[in-house]
């Protein structure tokens, strides 16, 4: 039965099937609404004390609240709705049909729809502020409309992406775009969005071309490929015609190479393209491997003491004011070779463990002048952000009014979070000698009671833990380089005893400062790598040592594209957004790409983008909440003179040095 209903009426119904919402698409559903009322029903069915509950249309009821409280609507608008029978099994079943068949739009009808809407008289801004979009996301899809038929028939039908109509719309020439669209569809090699803007934006390819001196002439006319020379053209000025054999032939030419590669270089996988270098959408999805160079062989040591000494002895000829200008010019090419031949021994590629070698892989590159070249970077797939999977661990973020927000992080992430969050807690433990000291006392007299089933919070028996990644080093972050100045500024004059007790005697014999210094290291780097999450990551007597010490994280850890948001779902990076500017901030970015989005927060939360003064201190003070040490309950007042840790706490004298957080 149809019925209008009054807004203040409808509730939220607990069997609507939609759990998650878009921000962004909200936005566009309550403008969308605003200019042109709402164009569907809603359902539901009777609830108790005279409401409805939503079945179908929750978005719809909570964008007419919206514009409610705006007074767009007023607060008795009457909303016409399709009342079911009271029966849930029916109610939650017409839910999932309603959300379950919705299609969205295809962009050629959106791009058709918009065209006509300017046709009309309206302008790019009216369409996008009626439905609520961006006048970029308007102008995109008016473009779009401007393709020539062949293209625009192919996108509507689904033969041709988005991103493929996109790139052929980087020339405005429609001969062009239907030439290279009859060229690429003829093909039996699939185009990327690459090859295409590269064709349509060159309508013939010089035989200088890096694509031409990868084939090779033979090749290309061999296979049909058509050669135009005017009268003075030469082998580099000549046109080859056909750019899209021309990119056939080339991109299985550099993937003959790519595999012949993987398999000598023992790589899990090569990936080519012909770029001159690896684009963002290449590399997206991978983290860079830690890799080392290769070390020297005794040979190329002894031909660089060769060319040293070769260097200094035409260097000499430079200097000498006597010498003859032959000699000079001589010896500057000479010093301009060595330089070159230096530069070339130790440019050797970068080694990488052998345990991740199996499952690494390489880019390969087409240089300028058509050699393929392996870029000396390695890559390993990122771990599949699924809940569930065994390489993912969910973590509870936070907790609002909606209850519990969980995100997925990957195994890799949450190991690489834990040990860089153990390097600050090491570093302010080795900044104590004082806490030191009890942590170790402690923890030796309290071996006999330890309880097995929780994870021990050191390694005081003498073990140093490696962490649960090998090889991992977070060399650009501030905890981990003070430990490392800590480190090298340690006195090590006992080390030249002959013996253990020698070195014993001498180790004795230094300053108290000196002794203390190692006491503080030596128990620091015990510690294992922990988060403050739930499972095997979790370790609460670390949690309460941050606590107690008084750690600011955000002083010494700030999120950034390669540590964090490059590795998190967008959602997550979103709702780190919200936690510091509100729907209002993360909606500005709910429609950027993941790649972009990760940059763009870089910024926001390094306080380099331009907000609010507020959300400027609230995203410098930002962490992830399993970075942060969770928070000591309240000990009752009775109990404090008894707690061993009173007076540290409250001495300030015992806290670490005042350059730490700066």
Not at 505 to 520: I, N, P, T, Y
């Amino acid at each position: 039965m149809i019925k209008s209903i009054p807004l203040t009426k409808l509730v939220q119904s607990p069997r609507n099937v939609r759990r998650h919402g878009d921000p962004a698409a909200d936005s566009e559903l309550k403008a969308s609404i605003a200019a042109h009322g709402l164009l569907q029903n809603l359902i539901v069915r009777p609830a108790a004390r005279g409401k409805f509950e939503v079945e179908a249309g929750e978005r719809r009821r909570c964008a007419l609240l919206a514009l409610a409280e705006e007074r767009v609507l007023p607060k008795g608008y009457e909303v016409t709705c399709l009342v079911l029978e009271d029966d849930a099994e029916i109610a939650v079943e017409t839910s999932l049909a309603e959300n379950f068949h919705r299609l969205a739009m295809n962009p050629a009808d959106e791009a058709q729809a918009f065209a006509a809407l300017i046709e009309a008289g309206a302008s790019t801004e009216d369409v996008a502020r009626r439905f609520g979009l961006t006048v970029r996301f308007v102008e995109g899809r008016l473009r779009l409309a401007t393709l020539a038929p062949v293209v625009f028939d192919a996108l509507a039908s689904g033969e041709i992406t988005l991103d493929l109509a996109k790139a052929f719309g980087a020339t405005s020439d429609q001969e062009i775009q239907a030439r290279v669209y009859e060229q690429a569809s003829s093909g039996y090699y699939a185009p990327s969005a690459d090859s295409i803007r590269r064709m349509v934006l060159s309508g013939t390819v010089r035989g200088s071309d890096a694509r031409a001196r990868l084939v090779g002439r033979d090749a290309y006319t061999a296979a049909g490929g058509r050669i135009e020379r005017e009268l003075f053209d030469d082998d580099d000025s000549e046109s080859w015609v056909d750019v899209a054999l021309l990119e056939t032939l080339a991109s299985e030419e550099m993937e003959k190479r790519a595999k012949a590669l993987a398999a000598e270089q023992g790589l899990a996988w090569v990936k080519p393209t012909l770029d001159a270098y690896a684009s963002h959408d290449l590399v997206e999805g991978l983290i860079r491997l830690p890799a080392e160079p290769a070390p020297l062989t005794d040979a190329e040591l002894a031909r660089l003491d060769e060319l040293d000494a070769s260097y200094d002895d035409h260097a000499a000829i430079l200097e000498d004011e006597d010498s003859a200008e032959e000699a000079i010019a001589a010896a500057e090419a000479t010093i301009e070779a060595i330089e070159r031949e230096c530069q070339d021994i130790r440019a050797k590629p970068p080694e990488l463990a052998p345990e991740l070698k199996a499952n690494a892989g390489m880019i390969l590159v087409l240089s300028r002048d058509g050699t393929p070249v392996l870029q000396p970077v390695f890559y390993g797939e990122r771990d599949i952000e699924v809940v569930g999977d065994d390489d993912v661990v969910e973590v509870v973020a936070s907790v609002d009014s909606d209850g519990k927000r969980r995100a997925a992080l990957s195994k890799r992430l949450i190991d690489e979070l834990a040990m860089q969050r153990r390097d600050v807690l090491a570093l302010h433990v080795a900044s104590d000698p004082g806490l030191s000291l009890d942590i170790m006392v402690f923890t030796l007299a309290d071996a006999d009671t330890h309880d097995w089933r929780s994870r021990a919070a050191t390694t005081l028996r003498g073990g140093v833990p490696a962490g649960p990644i090998v090889g991992f080093e977070a060399k650009d972050a501030p905890a981990s380089a003070s430990l490392a100045d800590l480190r090298s500024g340690l006195d090590e004059s006992w080390r030249s005893g002959e013996d253990a007790s020698s070195r014993f005697k001498m180790f004795r014999a230094l300053a108290d400062e000196s002794r203390a210094a190692w006491l503080g290291f030596v128990v620091a780097r015990t510690l294992e790598a922990s988060l403050n999450m739930a499972g095997e990551r979790q370790i609460a007597f670390q949690d309460h040592l941050g606590s107690a010490i008084g750690i600011d994280m955000a002083q010494w850890w700030r999120p950034t594209a390669a540590n964090y948001f490059d590795r998190v779902s967008k959602q997550v990076i979103l709702d780190a957004l919200t936690d510091v500017g509100g729907l209002e901030l993360s909606s500005r970015f709910a429609s950027v790409k993941k790649g972009d989005l990760a940059m763009s927060a870089e910024r926001v939360f390094a306080g380099t983008y331009i907000t609010e003064v507020e959300v400027r201190e609230r995203a410098l003070a930002w962490v992830p909440e399993v970075m942060r040490f969770a928070d000591l309950p309240e000990i009752p007042a009775d109990n404090e003179a008894q707690s061993p840790n009173a007076d540290f706490v409250a001495n300030d004298d015992n806290q670490p040095p005042s350059e730490l957080a700066a």
